[in-house]
């Protein structure tokens, strides 16, 4: 299909408010590239999981500006047809979206400038270049990627299957079965109590992991920063191995067990100096 481009301030999703007419439709390719709204958010005909196939792809691309659904009233549709198809958000943009219908949406990706909650339903491969992103309790997201930017995954039951996190600063609070963290990247794992990463190995190349919460029996940590000075319950990490290699671990809590650590060659493991007590 045609691309379709949403007209400048329009305040509703609504097929008039479109350049071909029609807007959202099974197979639709649209693309919002101008300031929308009327300063406030546009919430009108953001539901559209009625349609039978889905989207191909919503793109927002950096001349956008406003904020598109709320919390209780997201953009709902589906773009699931396709491998490729999916959400971007590249504009000065607020974006509150979901899936609708099949519930599925197959890429979400988000850059510099723009905030984004996922509200609900599943995202099969999520990749964040900038700007915020916060996945709430009923978001599944099968894989994930952070190349910059910051944001919250909150407790989900479903695990993401694959977790990259390269750059920008992250709380993580559901279990990943492998997690990678980047030397650009800070990440609290804050695990929720119901949450589990006992089947969870991390890898981490140069970035700070700070533990809050949560048992991690496998850590293979090159450079970088293990910090345990934040832990708020007792736990165990390295139950099954740790691997370390010019990394520091920051202790500074009695309450989280270190152990089974295996250090690179002759590298020795480096404990992070005397921590002043609060004054």
Not at 10 to 39: E, P, Q, R
Not at 185 to 209: H, K, Q
Not at 247 to 270: A, L, M, P, Y
């Amino acid at each position: 299909m045609a691309v379709a481009y949403l007209n400048e301030g329009a305040t509703s999703l609504a097929a008039a408010n479109w350049s071909d007419a029609t807007g959202f439709a099974d197979n639709a390719t649209l693309v919002i590239d101008k300031k929308f709204g009327s300063g406030a958010p546009l919430t009108a005909s953001t539901d559209q999981s009625g349609l039978t196939t889905g989207i191909d792809y919503l793109d927002i691309l950096k001349g956008a500006q406003g904020q598109l659904g709320t919390g209780a009233s997201p953009l709902q549709v589906d773009a699931d047809t396709a491998s490729g198809d999916g959400i971007v958000n590249y504009g000065n943009v607020t974006l509150y979206f979901r899936g609708g219908g099949s519930g599925q949406i197959n890429n979400f990706t988000c850059g510099a400038g723009s905030i984004n909650y996922h509200v609900n339903d599943t995202i099969t491969q999520v990749v964040v270049e900038g700007g915020t992103y916060i996945a709430e309790e009923s978001a599944v997201i099968t894989n994930f990627d952070a190349y910059g930017g910051s944001g919250e995954i909150k407790y989900n039951s479903t695990k993401i299957t694959t977790c990259r996190i390269m750059r920008g600063t992250w709380v993580l609070r559901r279990a990943c079965t492998n997690l990678f963290v980047g030397e650009n990247a800070r990440v609290i794992i804050d695990l929720d109590d119901a949450a589990t990463m006992t089947s969870t190995a991390i890898s981490s190349y140069g970035g700070t992991i700070d533990l809050r919460f949560g048992a991690y029996p496998t850590i293979t940590a090159i450079g970088g920063t293990l910090d345990l000075r934040n832990a708020r319950r007792a736990f165990e990490i390295g139950g099954t191995a740790i691997t370390l290699g010019g990394t520091t671990i920051h202790e500074g809590s009695d309450i989280v067990t270190v152990s089974n650590v295996t250090n690179v060659g002759n590298s020795k493991r480096s404990i992070g100096g005397f921590v002043p007590a609060p004054s």
